[in-house]
């Protein structure tokens, strides 16, 4: 059972415009949200976070939103840049878990 | 060294042999994780260790699966009579907080890919 959505596989973006990744997640028990970016060959390297006592976290050129009653967040890159173009990863937490629950990932391709 | 070690990088055995993958943490991360990714999947949580108990096995998908961690550092994956399905990349993550503490987050290795034929 998959508790983390990621519904797009993939989305491509011009150069300078901005991009959303969507994630839905089932369980009312999260409490913890995280982005990871994993380029080819490497691990996933950490984004942004935010706790569900934000409804918005915002770092440089990213932005995460949070909407507890439709169990949605969003990432917001604005401007894209080609070096954006990577996989990334939506994951939650509940605080009484030993885990975070990844979604399947979005290809974001950002077009020079 | 400075990030997450994992080694091979790269592993392709036949069906029926063990595997052994293995995990270097951040020195001083308590916490450590194992994930893995097949095809086209999310990150499927295997295993946490907290120091080197393991309190949640719970995402171990078999009884051929099994990890220990020693001296609160080094983590090896063992994965015996390997079949085709077990082929993904295992991923391992050290944190320097408990789970779910404010602010925690996951550094990750570069993986393992395993290719079992």
């Known amino acids: 059972d998959q508790q983390v959505k990621q519904n797009s596989p993939s989305l491509s973006v011009q150069e300078g415009r901005i991009s959303i990744l969507n994630c839905d997640y089932t369980n009312s028990m999260f409490d913890y949200f995280l982005w990871y970016k994993k380029y080819p060959a490497e691990g996933p390297t950490f984004l942004i976070s935010i706790s569900s006592i934000k409804d918005k976290n915002e770092d440089g050129r990213f932005t995460v939103f949070l909407n507890k009653s439709a169990k949605h967040l969003s990432l917001h890159i604005v401007p894209s840049q080609p070096g954006d173009s990577a996989v990334y990863f939506c994951a939650a937490s509940a605080s009484t878990g030993n885990q975070f629950y990844f979604g399947t990932g979005t290809s974001l391709t950002v077009i020079p | 060294g400075a990030g997450v070690s994992q080694s091979p990088s790269n592993k392709v055995t036949e069906k029926g042999k063990d595997v052994e993958l293995r995990c270097d943490p951040i020195s001083g991360h308590t916490a450590l994780y194992w994930y893995r990714q097949s095809l086209g999947q999310g990150l499927e949580f295997l295993i946490y260790?907290?120091?080197?108990?393991?309190?949640?096995k719970s995402g171990l998908p078999s009884d051929r699966f099994s990890a220990e961690r020693t001296g609160g550092s080094v983590s090896t994956l063992t994965i015996q009579r390997t079949q085709q399905e077990d082929s993904a990349v295992y991923l391992c993550?050290?944190?320097?907080?408990?789970?779910?503490?404010?602010?925690?987050?996951?550094?990750f290795g570069s993986g393992t890919q395993l290719s079992v034929l």
């Open positions: 260790f907290q120091g080197n108990s393991a309190p949640d």
């Open positions: 993550a050290s944190s320097p907080l408990p789970p779910n503490r404010p602010g925690e987050k996951l550094f």
